[in-house]
């Protein structure tokens, strides 16, 4: 059974420090990695989406890096805004989708 | 292109009433997934509509229940509502051969209360 594990579970940063958010996965079947920000009480917006075959995506101030092998994935968030303020979620995509339990950021102005 | 849309956006109801939530995908995506995202368990899955059939489903009790309609709109409806069934309940859909294949998009959710 797949289980997705996100640490640290808060983040609190000042404006401009680059974030590093973690997620591991306990089976490496996977067919793709994704992840999302969350506003309080909104839905999700897809950030990146990493395949299987791919060992990392770009999009702005934003990477993301997968590794299989040892069931990792990091969302580099450089330069950080206070906009930047979400939980942030990660997601397996294995016989069905994992989530982690995500990471709540805050950046301080 | 429209995203992904949920309606009511808001609703509250009372224990042993049952309630229907309503999805539509983006166009042209054929899959569509419902999602229960709580404080205490976070988002767990519930289940994965393709084509009309149900595909996957999450472990929810049978009180929990989905379809889908040809222009791939889905519904999810819930029986004999519970204190814990208050969530934010979330549709996700994706394009085709398989949702878990695909970039999934979320709608805002519906925030159901249970009274």
């Known amino acids: 059974k797949q289980e997705v594990t996100q640490i640290p579970a808060a983040l609190s940063v000042p404006e401009g420090e680059n974030l590093v958010l973690n997620c591991s996965f306990t089976d490496s079947a996977i067919y793709n990695l994704q992840w999302f920000r969350q506003d309080p009480g909104k839905g999700l917006t897809s950030l990146l989406l990493i395949q299987s075959s791919q060992r990392e995506q770009t999009s702005g101030r934003l990477n993301a890096s997968l590794d299989k092998s040892s069931g990792r994935s990091t969302l580099y968030i450089a330069a950080s805004q206070p906009g930047d303020s979400a939980t942030y979620l990660c997601v397996a995509a294995g016989n069905k989708l994992t989530f982690g339990g995500g990471t709540r950021v805050l950046v301080k102005p | 292109k429209a995203g992904v849309t949920q309606t009511p956006r808001y609703l509250i109801k009372t224990r042993g009433q049952q309630v229907t939530l309503s999805c539509s995908p983006i166009s042209g995506h054929r899959s569509v997934s419902w999602y229960q995202q709580t404080p205490g368990q976070g988002l767990q899955f519930l289940f994965e509509?393709?084509?009309?059939?149900?595909?996957n489903k999450g472990n929810f009790p049978g009180r929990f229940s989905g379809r889908q309609f040809s222009n791939s709109r889905s519904e999810m409806n819930v029986s004999t509502l519970e204190l814990g069934d208050s969530a934010l309940y979330l549709c996700?859909?994706?394009?085709?051969?398989?949702?878990?294949?695909?970039?999934?998009?979320f709608g805002p959710g519906t925030r159901l209360t249970v009274t």
């Open positions: 996700a859909s994706s394009l085709t051969g398989g949702g878990i294949l695909n970039e999934q998009y």
């Open positions: 509509y393709f084509s009309e059939t149900q595909r």
